[in-house]
Nanobody
Framework: QVQLVESGGGLVQAGGSLRLSCVAS????????MAWFRQAPGKEREFVARSGVDTSYRGSVIDRFTISRDNAKNTLYLQMNSLSPEDTAIYYCAAGRPGKLYPVSLLDYQDWGQGTQVTVSS
């Protein structure tokens, strides 16, 4: 079992920036595909970015968000710039299931953090 703890969320104005962190324990972090998902009120949880065999982003965050990781610290990051109200959501850190190299579906991830709230005001 891997435990994931997110932090760094908060309230920012449109155009601002936030840096989310996710600290992992219980699994070999360097061998684990990690991702960020988000869920806005009344909507389904959606893929945001992945760090593993490759890096991948959903189209709406390309050039604004950057996913990175520090394997020595077992920590995953999401740098979010040029935020807009459409980015408002609870952001979740997730660890992928073994056997899939390019997971995008939430069903491809087996461990989840509790989430951190990101609110962007207009």
């Amino acid at each position: 079992q891997v435990q994931l703890v997110e932090s760094g969320g908060g309230l920012v104005q449109a155009g601002g920036s936030l840096r989310l962190s996710c600290v992992a324990s219980g699994r070999t972090f360097s061998k684990t595909i990690m991702a960020w998902f988000r869920q806005a009120p009344g909507k389904e949880r959606e893929f945001v970015a992945r760090s593993g065999v490759d890096t991948s982003y959903r189209g709406s965050v390309i050039d604004r968000f950057t996913i990175s990781r520090d394997n020595a610290k077992n920590t995953l990051y999401l740098q979010m710039n040029s935020l807009s109200p459409e980015d408002t959501a609870i952001y979740y850190c997730a660890a992928g299931r073994p056997g899939k190299l390019y997971p995008v579906s939430l069903l491809d991830y087996q461990d989840w953090g509790q989430g951190t709230q990101v609110t962007v005001s207009s």
